[in-house]
C-alpha cells in the first residue's frame, strides 16, 4: 500500500516570518503555498481552499492568527484539479504546550470537512494537506504531509500527534 | 424517490416524489440504449420538464423553513439532471453527435456527485448510476487529453449572499437553504495550462488532434477543417445548454 504520510524537516517558521515582514504566529496560522520561497510578502499565495479553512476555524472559535486580514487575503491558485489541495497548517510549540487538546479539534476541522465534501463520492480523486509542528521557536520544525485517497486523510492526526510526542 | 432514511413529511417533497414515480413509471424504460429514439426524446422533454418543477417545489420548502427538504429536493434535483443527461447522452450518441454526447455524460457525472453530496440520505441509485457514467466513458470514448487552468483568483464571492469569499459563514460546497455554496470568480488571471490525467473539468479537453498534417477530431477521427475547430468547443456546449432550456 502507498505510503501517504510523510515527515519531513520544516524550516524555522517564527525567522521565515521575520523575513517576509510578518509576526511570528503564537497559536495556529496558515502558511501560504509558498511560504518558503517568496521573496517578499507581496508575493504570497494561497491554496484556494485557504478561504475555506479560515471560515471553519473562526466558526470553530479557534485562536488563528493569520499573516494577512479578511478584508484583504492573499491571492489565491486555483489549480482545477479534481484532487483537492488544502493548506498548510502551522501549529506553534507555545500552541501545542498549552492547548494540546486543540490541535486534534482544528485537525479533525480540516480532514472532517475534506471527508464530509467528497468521502461519499466514489472516485480517484485525492486530498493533499500539510502540518507543521514547531518543536522550539529557535529551531527547525516538522512538515507532516498527507497526500492520498480521500478517507485516509484521518491518518493525519495519529501522525501529527506522533511527531509531537516524539519532540518531547 | 426513496431514501435510505425514508420518506419526508414535508409536501414539497412528498410531491416531487410522487412526480418522479410517475416520470420513472411512464418514461423510465426509455432509459436504456437499446430503446427507440422517439422514446428517449420524448423521456428527455420529461424530465427536463421535472428539472423546471423542482425549483418550484425547491422554494416552496424554503418558505416552509424546512432546511432538510429542501436539501431533499435538491438531491433529487440532481439526480434528476443525471438521469436527463444520462438520457440526451444516448440521444446524442444515436445521432452521431459525439462531441456532444460527451458533454452530456460528464454534465451526467456531475450531476449525479452533486445528488450524493447533497445529502447524507442519497439513494444508492445515484452512486450506480455514476458509476455506469464512469464506464461508458471507458467505453464509448477514447481516452481524452483533458486540460487544466491554473489561475491566480483576485477576487471571489460567496454564491449564495455575495458577500467577499470566506467573509461570510457560508462554507463552500455545503448545502443551505437547497443551494450548494460555491465560489464565484469575479476577476482571476491565468497561469499555466497543464495536461492532467484527473482535471476538474472534463469538458476542459483537447478536441482536435493534428495527425500527420491532418485535423481530426478526437472522438470521431473524422477531419476537421482548421477554420471549423475554434469554434467547435463553444458551439458544442451551447448546444447541451440550449437542449435543456428547450
Same mark, same amino acid.
Given at each position: 500500500?502507498?505510503?501517504?504520510?510523510?515527515?519531513?524537516?520544516?524550516?524555522?517558521?517564527?525567522?521565515?516570518?521575520?523575513?517576509?515582514?510578518?509576526?511570528?504566529?503564537?497559536?495556529?496560522?496558515?502558511?501560504?503555498?509558498?511560504?518558503e520561497?517568496?521573496?517578499?510578502?507581496?508575493?504570497?499565495?494561497?491554496?484556494?481552499?485557504?478561504?475555506?479553512?479560515?471560515?471553519?476555524?473562526?466558526?470553530?472559535?479557534?485562536?488563528?492568527e493569520?499573516?494577512?486580514?479578511?478584508?484583504?487575503?492573499?491571492?489565491?491558485?486555483a489549480?482545477?484539479?479534481?484532487?483537492?489541495?488544502g493548506?498548510?497548517?502551522?501549529?506553534s510549540a507555545?500552541?501545542?504546550?498549552?492547548?494540546?487538546?486543540?490541535?486534534?479539534?482544528?485537525?479533525?476541522?480540516?480532514?472532517?470537512?475534506?471527508?464530509?465534501?467528497?468521502?461519499?463520492v466514489?472516485?480517484?480523486?485525492?486530498?493533499?494537506?500539510?502540518?507543521?509542528?514547531?518543536?522550539?521557536?529557535?529551531?527547525?520544525?516538522?512538515?507532516?504531509?498527507?497526500?492520498?485517497?480521500?478517507?485516509?486523510i484521518?491518518?493525519?492526526?495519529?501522525?501529527?500527534?506522533?511527531?509531537?510526542?516524539?519532540?518531547? | 424517490?426513496?431514501?435510505?432514511?425514508?420518506?419526508?413529511?414535508?409536501?414539497?417533497?412528498?410531491?416531487?416524489? #410522487? &412526480?418522479?414515480?410517475?416520470? @420513472?413509471? %411512464?418514461?423510465?424504460?426509455? +432509459?436504456? !440504449?437499446?430503446? =427507440?429514439?422517439?422514446?428517449?426524446?420524448s423521456?428527455?422533454?420529461?424530465?427536463?420538464?421535472?428539472?423546471?418543477?423542482?425549483?418550484?417545489?425547491?422554494v416552496?420548502?424554503?418558505?416552509?423553513?424546512?432546511?432538510?427538504?429542501?436539501?431533499?429536493?435538491?438531491?433529487?434535483?440532481?439526480?434528476?439532471?443525471g438521469?436527463?443527461?444520462?438520457c440526451?447522452?444516448?440521444?446524442?450518441?444515436?445521432?452521431?453527435?459525439?462531441?456532444?454526447?460527451?458533454?452530456?455524460?460528464?454534465?451526467?457525472?456531475?450531476?449525479?456527485?452533486?445528488?450524493?453530496?447533497?445529502?447524507?440520505?442519497?439513494?444508492?441509485?445515484? #452512486? &450506480?448510476?455514476?458509476?455506469? @457514467?464512469? %464506464?461508458l466513458?471507458i467505453? +464509448?470514448? !477514447?481516452?481524452? =487529453?483533458?486540460?487544466?487552468?491554473?489561475?491566480?483568483?483576485?477576487?471571489?464571492?460567496?454564491?449564495?449572499?455575495?458577500?467577499?469569499?470566506?467573509?461570510?459563514?457560508?462554507?463552500?460546497?455545503?448545502?443551505?437553504?437547497?443551494?450548494?455554496?460555491?465560489?464565484?470568480?469575479?476577476?482571476?488571471?491565468?497561469?499555466e495550462?497543464?495536461?492532467?490525467?484527473?482535471?476538474?473539468?472534463?469538458?476542459?479537453?483537447?478536441?482536435?488532434?493534428?495527425?500527420?498534417?491532418?485535423?481530426?477530431?478526437?472522438?470521431?477521427?473524422e477531419?476537421?477543417?482548421?477554420?471549423?475547430?475554434?469554434?467547435?468547443?463553444?458551439?458544442?456546449?451551447?448546444?447541451?445548454?440550449?437542449?435543456?432550456?428547450?
Open positions: 500500500m502507498e505510503e501517504a504520510v510523510t515527515i519531513g524537516p520544516y524550516l524555522a517558521v517564527a525567522e521565515r516570518a521575520a523575513e517576509l515582514g510578518l509576526e511570528a504566529p503564537r497559536t495556529l496560522a496558515l502558511l501560504p503555498r509558498n511560504f520561497s517568496a521573496v517578499e510578502r507581496d508575493e504570497l499565495l494561497d491554496e484556494a481552499s485557504a478561504a475555506t479553512i479560515h471560515q471553519l476555524l473562526r466558526q470553530a472559535g479557534l485562536p488563528e493569520r499573516f494577512d486580514s479578511p478584508q484583504e487575503p492573499f491571492l489565491a491558485l489549480q482545477h484539479a479534481v484532487d483537492w489541495y493548506p498548510t497548517l502551522f501549529l507555545g500552541f501545542i504546550n498549552e492547548s494540546p487538546l486543540l490541535v486534534g479539534v482544528a485537525i479533525n476541522l480540516i480532514t472532517d470537512y475534506v471527508r464530509e465534501l467528497f468521502g461519499r466514489p472516485g480517484r480523486r485525492r486530498a493533499h494537506l500539510a502540518v507543521v509542528v514547531e518543536r522550539d521557536a529557535e529551531k527547525e520544525s516538522v512538515r507532516i504531509s498527507y497526500d492520498g485517497e480521500i478517507e485516509g484521518k491518518e493525519l492526526l495519529p501522525a501529527v500527534e506522533r511527531a509531537i510526542s516524539d519532540g518531547h | 424517490m426513496g431514501t435510505e432514511d425514508g420518506p419526508s413529511q414535508n409536501s414539497a417533497v412528498i410531491e416531487f416524489d #410522487r &412526480e418522479l414515480h410517475e416520470v @420513472l413509471a %411512464a418514461h423510465g424504460k426509455a +432509459l436504456y !440504449p437499446s430503446r =427507440a429514439l422517439e422514446l428517449q426524446r423521456a428527455a422533454s420529461a424530465l427536463s420538464a421535472l428539472l423546471k418543477r423542482s425549483e418550484v417545489l425547491k416552496q420548502a424554503k418558505d416552509s423553513g424546512d432546511e432538510d427538504a429542501a436539501a431533499r429536493i435538491l438531491m433529487g434535483e440532481c439526480f434528476v439532471e438521469l436527463m443527461a444520462s440526451r447522452l444516448w440521444i446524442s450518441f444515436r445521432e452521431g453527435e459525439m462531441d456532444s454526447a460527451w458533454e452530456w455524460l460528464i454534465r451526467g457525472q456531475g450531476a449525479f456527485e452533486a445528488a450524493i453530496r447533497a445529502h447524507l440520505d442519497a439513494p444508492p441509485q445515484a #452512486r &450506480e448510476r455514476l458509476a455506469h @457514467l464512469e %464506464a466513458e467505453l +464509448l470514448f !477514447p481516452p481524452q =487529453a483533458f486540460l487544466s487552468t491554473g489561475m491566480v483568483i483576485r477576487q471571489s464571492e460567496c454564491s449564495l449572499c455575495g458577500c467577499a469569499f470566506g467573509s461570510c459563514d457560508h462554507i463552500e460546497g455545503r448545502v443551505y437553504d437547497g443551494e450548494f455554496a460555491r465560489r464565484v470568480v469575479i476577476e482571476a488571471v491565468p497561469r495550462v497543464s495536461f492532467v490525467e484527473t482535471p476538474d473539468d472534463k469538458g476542459c479537453r483537447a478536441y482536435t488532434i493534428d495527425c500527420d498534417g491532418v485535423n481530426r477530431n478526437v472522438l470521431t477521427w477531419e476537421v477543417p482548421r477554420e471549423k475547430e475554434h469554434a467547435q468547443a463553444d458551439t458544442e456546449r451551447q448546444d447541451t445548454k440550449q437542449t435543456e432550456a428547450s
